[in-house]
């Protein structure tokens, strides 16, 4: 019991094998022993026991234990946007059968919308099937240029095991969307959109689902993905994406018995200034307006940060 008592039992129900509590608090609850509720994913930790206690101070002792990541709280950003006239496309997994392995990459090659005219994506929102949101950690979403043959779009391979598959090189190309545990469906601004359709667009695209099955559970069936909304009402500038971080390298060990240890990676920009002056970008630059942030298991914390001379 917590020395100081920050939540209100509001309703229980027991059925079938299964037990219901229902219960609320604060935000933020003043008690230097909680955290903060706030917007974005929570890592929630639970353990329990099968047995009833004794009394609410005498408790056996968990049998079971596990944690989840989710979001408490729903993105509060009302937005009053007009979407008449947008269009949904969906890429999605094609019934994979998840591997029993705790971690899996799968790839499949998608066809994109037919298009004959350039148009903007507006919005990219997740589709993960419903049950499998413990499943799935992470989706993203790749331009694939090249000539495929139908037997490529297929049910999709384990990206590590088919390293000779023609569609595979595509991972390290062009990143169109994603999306990870605690986000939540992304709209472009309003005078951005990503383009597609445009003679130089691509028609394929790759899609990699990252699964997680540490419990090697068998003959879970997924056909999770992503939907995007797009318009041909172009926008006034073409959105991409960037890739920056720091890889997981041999070299990233963290010592042992560490309460916390940092990572750092900058790109400087002598890395990136002749390539962008060499493009048709206005002014040689770009303009950042979002950020998508990712770490798997080690990660407590990221942030980046985005330096500019005025």
């Not at 929570?42 to 609410?56: G, L, N, R």
């Not at 037997?151 to 969307?177: E, W």
Request: aromatic share 10%.
């Amino acid at each position: 019991m917590d020395e100081q008592q920050d939540y209100e039992l509001t309703g229980f129900h027991e059925s079938g094998g299964k037990t219901l509590l229902k219960f609320k608090r604060k935000f933020d609850t003043c008690d230097p022993r909680d955290r903060k509720l706030e917007v974005g994913s929570t890592k929630v930790v639970f353990a329990y026991h099968s047995e009833d206690p004794v009394s609410s101070t005498e408790m056996k002792h968990h049998e079971f234990r596990g944690a989840k990541t989710i979001l408490l709280l729903n993105n509060m950003d009302k937005r009053n946007i007009n979407e008449t006239g947008w269009r949904k496309f969906d890429f999605t997994a094609k019934n994979v059968t998840i591997p029993v392995k705790e971690t899996t990459y799968w790839c499949s090659l998608l066809k994109g919308p037919e298009l004959r005219s350039k148009h903007h994506i507006t919005k990219v929102v997740p589709n993960i099937q419903k049950g499998n949101e413990g499943f799935v950690h992470h989706l993203t979403l790749f331009e694939c240029f090249g000539n495929f043959n139908e037997s490529d779009f297929n049910h999709g391979v384990d990206c590590s095991q088919r390293a000779n598959m023609p569609y595979l090189k595509c991972r390290s190309s062009t990143i169109v969307a994603g999306w990870a545990v605690g986000g939540d469906g992304f709209y472009f601004p309003s005078h951005a959109g990503y383009p597609i359709g445009a003679s130089d667009s691509p028609k394929n695209f790759l899609l990699e689902m990252h699964y997680d099955n540490p419990q090697h559970i068998q003959g879970q069936r997924d056909s999770s993905g992503l939907s995007i909304y797009y318009t041909d009402k172009l926008r006034k500038y073409d959105a991409g994406n960037a890739a920056v971080g720091v890889r997981v390298k041999g070299w990233m060990i963290v010592p042992p018995k560490q309460k916390n240890w940092i990572s750092v990676g900058y790109c400087m920009h002598q890395c990136t200034e002749s390539s962008l002056k060499s493009t048709g970008l206005p002014g040689g630059g770009i303009n950042v307006f979002a950020s998508v942030l990712h770490t798997h298991l080690a990660g407590k914390i990221i942030t980046i940060e985005v330096y500019y001379h005025v």
